[in-house]
């Protein structure tokens, strides 16, 4: 078998049933060519009624990861899945109807390829704050955006890679060196992410990647994400891992003026947030705010001597 999407859900099951439905409307390759994979990493809610109903309609095999982390879930699917190729994408986008057969014709054309990416469009569900929709594109990152410019036609290691809600790559190279289950989304992490880069950097160390402009996913971002406080959140992890990183390539001393520069930088953004309320630049100044802090905790840690999550 040449390709299999691979999804890898959790109590999502309304949003998991648009993403089956809209995969079963697109563009199929031929029979036998791919199949679907569902990693059910120990829903709660209906999503095993959800995957029952799709059965008939797809090519849909379902297994239950009961160990939580969304990298344990990423690693069973690639265990399980049959194809050649394992494209990836998440339970809370809808595809477009070309997004698989984009997929299969870029694999029978680039036989040296090593990984793919599309872009990934942002759709906020209900009413977005004003504050957000004024200032998304900023944010843009807090909800795995990209657009069909933003990468270039052939993908560098080095550079600006693919999210893990719409990319391919080779199963042989999962298999060798599997997702670090201390990335991805856990229940006790909710905002640790990130499982997907090494992958794919590895990928792309490896052999050519190619950006395919039109194997277009949505992302549908719920009401509980349009908030400040997911947004501090995100960032918030971000400049953790930011200063983890940073922390291992610097000197003591050099971590530490990172870190005095970092706190400037959280003050100043926090009181030109204070005073800019809710317009169109608040979701900048609370990426940098957040971001900062982060950086800041995570400073403080390793120049404290401890390096606890």
């Known amino acids: 078998m040449r390709l299999s999407v691979v999804i890898c859900t959790r109590n999502r099951a309304n949003q998991l049933r648009h993403v089956l439905r809209s995969i079963s409307q697109c563009t199929k390759p031929p029979d036998g060519e791919w199949e679907l994979v569902v990693i059910d990493n120990g829903s709660t809610d209906d999503t095993r009624q959800v995957l029952d109903e799709a059965l008939h309609q797809l090519p849909l095999r379902v297994y239950t990861q009961p160990q939580p982390g969304l990298s344990h879930a990423r690693n069973m699917g690639a265990d399980r899945a049959l194809g050649e190729w394992l494209l990836w994408t998440d339970d809370d986008v809808r595809v ?19 990984v793919f990416g599309g872009p990934i469009e942002i759709r906020f569900e209900g009413t977005p704050p004003a504050w957000l929709t004024g200032g998304s594109h900023v944010v843009r990152s807090a909800y795995a955006g990209l657009d069909a410019d933003d990468l270039p036609d052939e993908l560098r290691a080095d550079g600006p890679v693919p999210y893990g809600a719409n990319f391919a790559v080779r199963k042989a190279l999962v298999e060798s060196q599997p997702f670090d289950t201390e990335l991805g989304r856990h229940p006790e992490h909710p905002m640790r992410a990130g499982e997907e880069t090494p992958i794919i950097r590895r990928a792309l160390r490896q052999g050519p990647g190619y950006w395919l402009r039109a194997a277009c996913v949505e992302h549908h971002i719920d009401p509980l994400r349009q908030t400040r406080r997911y947004l501090r959140a995100y960032y918030y992890s971000y400049g953790r891992r930011q200063a983890g990183e940073l922390a291992q390539r610097v000197s003591r001393s050099e971590l530490a003026t990172e870190t005095v520069r970092s706190l400037r930088d959280a003050v100043r953004a926090e009181l030109r947030l204070l005073r800019s309320g809710d317009r169109h630049d608040a979701p900048a100044l609370l990426k940098t705010a957040s971001r900062s802090w982060g950086r800041v905790a995570q400073g403080l840690r390793f120049l404290g001597g401890t390096t606890a999550a």
Not at 99 to 106: F, G, V
């Open 96 to 114: 477009s109807a070309g997004w698989l057969d984009e997929y299969h014709r870029a694999i029978l054309t680039h036989a040296d390829a090593q």
